[in-house]
């Protein structure tokens, strides 16, 4: 598990392909998204499956949303982007926030549960050998958008988990240096 977390590294999404996780990994996956602190057992979040063919369908619809609202100045380019938005990798997860007002549990809390959710979604594909990435792009914050990803008003995106097999060896990215944020508390002086 150490070894695991310590390698963990986005996969850029040009270098994600086939194959993605069988059914029996997905579903440890989301039963190990979902072991997270969760004050109040709220549940204040849950996840979208986006693949095949609905990943293609919703890839046309983003299109046909992106050219009504740019005309003629879309370009080709733009179009594709769109179409293929979540057909980038084999599997697209959204990770939803229903956080609600609560008596006893602060919204912000019930947000990070959530957030949570996804980085232990993040870390059981890598367990399983398997790349992620994790993004939001403009769709996450666009009603239309978010319409068309069965995604209501006022749930908010935390964000889309790309899952799926990287085509190459991912070289490492500078990490922070310990020093520079790791402080250790004092006691006030009385």
Not at 33 to 38: E, F, L, T, Y
Not at 98 to 109: F, G, L, R, S, Y
Request: hydrophobic share 45%; no cysteine; aromatic share 6%.
């Amino acid at each position: 598990m150490l070894d695991v977390l310590s390698r963990r590294r986005s996969v850029p999404l040009p270098m994600m392909g086939e194959p993605g996780p069988t059914q029996e990994q997905l579903d440890q996956m989301l039963a190990i998204a979902a072991r997270v602190p969760d004050h109040g057992k709220l549940a204040p979040w849950r996840f979208i499956l986006y693949r095949g063919a609905a990943a293609t369908g919703i890839g046309e619809a983003l299109a046909a949303l992106v050219e009504a609202r740019e005309g003629d100045s879309m370009t080709e380019t733009r179009r594709m982007v769109e179409q293929n938005r979540f057909t980038r990798s084999p599997l697209v997860i959204g990770v939803i926030s229903t956080a609600k007002p609560h008596v006893k549990i602060p919204e912000w809390e019930q947000v990070m549960s959530g957030a949570a959710a996804a980085m232990n979604l993040i870390d059981a594909a890598y367990a399983f050998g398997y790349g992620a990435n994790w993004v939001t792009e403009w769709v996450a914050y666009d009603d239309e958008a978010k319409a068309i990803l069965g995604i209501a008003p006022d749930e908010r995106v935390i964000g889309f988990i790309h899952i799926g097999t990287a085509k190459e060896v991912i070289e490492d990215r500078r990490r922070p240096v310990m020093a520079d944020i790791v402080t250790e508390a004092s006691a006030p002086m009385v």
